[in-house]
């Protein structure tokens, strides 16, 4: 048979270029900023949400590059048939969520044919231009179903952005006026990609390992980043770096907010449970999903992005329970299967592992040993929490006082807030 | 940075291997069908639906090749989040329905920890062994979710074939015993991949376009099918050969069954709206999802394995609406541009439609015409049976005399049936 000579070839011309290996900043330059401005003021506007604004600062540092701004309608349909985007030369990368920008009819209709919009945050502030915009439907029951593969209510992710959200998605090249910043205290910890590359090359690292995470780090994790360590070693790099990356956006209400986080994480390295001088303490901009399987390519590929070579995978990352049925919400295995298979991260080495608990025999965290399952203690969230409202301590050697003590401080400002809010539900 | 020294090499060396381009063809050779059959005998058995028969059928020649078996979970989890498959050379294929046996807990428990299982169709012969099985849950909402984007009620693969099937997936290689035959009078019509290609090979095809279709063929349908053999002829292909290619397998219950739907075909070619010459007409095997975008990207796949390099698609393809909304349950246009831009289908030319509707000015059916909308007259399956029940004809121009003969009588029947089970359900 003959070659083809006809191909889909409208559509394949709107796939996006490769970017190099080069890190995207879409910051505008110091010099651009007033004119921009100007600029933006003229175009019709977009209201951005707090969670939006973290995309934004997702979006404008690099974490999702190849993506230059929020997703059009074919990456949009690619992210969520695919959980990839062909470029245009042909080559695949990881884009497994959607990250897309939800406007409402008024909105929309206010656009009307102008090709570029500007992006106004809460507080009312200009903060980007969204450029040669694609307005297209937001079917948020489609959406929802191919992320998290339910739709039962009660996704966090879901009743805070994706329910209220309006009924159009709006794509478009992202120019950021200036940095993000939260002013939280916390700024100089969210190092952008192109700021944690050159982190690593300072401290002349061979091997940069990344360990994403939304809880408290007890010495279980300790175990995995320091025995992840043991082993780069022992492959024969010099230098291997921890990256040790909480993610500081949106995450549902019962997590321990970041700023209590980022206290206890301290702690840790002060306590030398970590060592200082081999571990990188960042924030990971990025909302969090709970997505499972889905999101934890994200989760990865955003890192591979910052210089990470090295994924550190437990049991069921990005995971939580069903909303409506007593069981986890995915397979805990799933995970770091589908994130080996995934495509475009073909080159990112996987380190699974064997998920550590509180050995009650050796009084440590060890890791899970199947054959006397008995003696060991798995110690949740929701058990910290009853350690901490009771004032019990956990067993020895579950996490360093030093980190303990700002949970504890922090569930105790918990129930001084139950209490006083105690009364005024009553009198309701 | 030093090169990666290991990777998720488990779990990477239980990829498939490609085919290299042969169809596979997993029927045993006659020769040895005495030996398996005493052999299978001896094996556990897992009793097969109808439906689980079809997709015996599908993979035993190759349509879904280089799949050998039902899915093993590593298959499942890449056709669930990523439509395809990467092999162990690298390359990737497009896989966009998971195709899965389901057992129940007594069946699994049965099995125990053989490695190979008989499987026995609906009249008890035994037809298939399925070999070096793994068991693996079966998590139904997560599958409907992921593959038809939606969990509401109704849809009716889901009705028919998920919610009553069990709780474990059960993968393995399989060895066809003989080939599957429905002695229906239509198995002439069942031609396997390997046929198709010997008589594209026959008829000298330089060009084999494929459509895929469940309804009866009307005008609009005759127009889309002569119009692209004019562009591949003007293209330079000397002998474009049309695959007219009705789908074989399970559908729901309105639509048109496969024999009436196969009686009216011919017609069609006898009456010379379509060149018998010039067209192959047989019957696809595999049962309907009704998946969309993520359904038309199998229907493609599976031509392509049969020998076809062009593929037909127009509005909705592999739609329907939704179960529980007033509304398509796929965008319309989402079916090719998922499918434009589907991994393992690059090298696919796909050609996208315009829709054909009745021109009432032109009295014929014609390309639809946005600019005078209001002229053209879109009949639908419901249209035609109400046409059919009502006695009346359809506008001259939109069904060739012989064809619509053939729905007439088809309708006439349902009817007849619906007269004679009324005073039963009254009666009830």
């Not at 349909?77 to 884009?95: A, E, T």
């Not at 209590?260 to 999903?289: C, N, W, Y």
């Not at 890791?367 to 019990?392: N, Q, V």
Request: aromatic share 8%.
């Amino acid at each position: 048979m003959q070659a083809p000579v006809q191909s889909s070839s409208v559509i394949k011309s709107s796939l996006i270029e490769p970017d190099g290996g080069v890190v995207v900043d879409l910051v505008v330059p110091e010099s651009e900023r007033g004119a921009k401005t100007a600029e933006a003021e003229s175009m019709p506007k977009v209201k951005l949400t707090k969670i939006d604004v973290e995309w934004v600062h997702v979006i404008s540092e690099g974490w999702a590059s190849p993506l230059k701004g929020f997703m059009r309608e074919d990456e949009y349909l690619q992210s969520l048939h695919f959980n990839s985007l062909r470029l245009k030369d042909g080559s695949i990368v990881n884009m497994s969520l959607p990250i897309v920008l939800a406007i409402d009819d008024e909105t929309k209709e206010g656009i009307g044919s102008s090709s570029d919009v500007g992006l106004v945050g809460p507080d009312g502030d200009l903060i980007a231009i969204l450029r040669s915009i694609q307005i297209y439907k937001h079917n948020k029951e489609e959406r929802i179903a191919r992320t998290w593969g339910t739709t039962a209510p009660g996704l966090p992710y879901v009743e805070e952005v994706i329910t209220p959200a309006g009924n159009w998605l709006i794509g478009g090249d992202l120019e950021v006026l200036k940095p993000i910043k939260y002013n939280d205290g916390l700024d100089h910890y969210r190092l952008s990609p192109k700021q944690l590359r050159k982190e690593f090359d300072k401290r002349q690292a061979d091997a940069v390992f990344a360990f994403q995470l939304r809880n408290p780090v007890h010495n279980g994790h300790a175990l995995l980043m320091n025995d992840t360590r043991r082993r780069l070693l022992e492959m024969g790099y010099k230098n291997p770096i921890l990256l040790l990356h909480p993610l500081g956006g949106f995450v549902k209400a019962d997590d321990v907010p970041l700023d209590v986080r980022m206290e206890q994480h301290s702690k840790v390295l002060e306590d030398g449970v970590l060592d200082p001088a081999t571990t990188i303490v960042a924030i990971f901009p990025s909302p969090m999903h709970y997505a499972g399987p889905t999101e934890v390519q994200w989760h990865a590929k955003a890192r591979i992005n910052a210089g990470a070579n090295f994924y550190i995978v437990g049991r069921d990352p990005a995971g939580m329970g069903h909303p409506t049925e007593k069981r986890d919400l995915y397979d805990p295995d799933h995970g770091k299967k589908v994130l080996s298979m995934a495509p475009g991260l073909e080159k990112l080495n996987i380190l699974p592992f064997r998920v550590a608990a509180y050995d009650t025999v050796a009084k440590k965290m060890a890791f899970f040993d199947p054959s006397r399952a008995k003696d060991f203690l798995f110690i949740s969230g929701t058990k910290m929490r009853t350690y901490a409202r009771t004032g019990e301590n956990p067993p020895d050697g579950f996490m360093c006082p030093g980190g303990w003590e700002v949970l504890v401080k922090y569930y105790e400002s918990l129930q001084a807030e139950d209490a006083t809010q105690q009364p005024a539900v009553v009198s309701s």
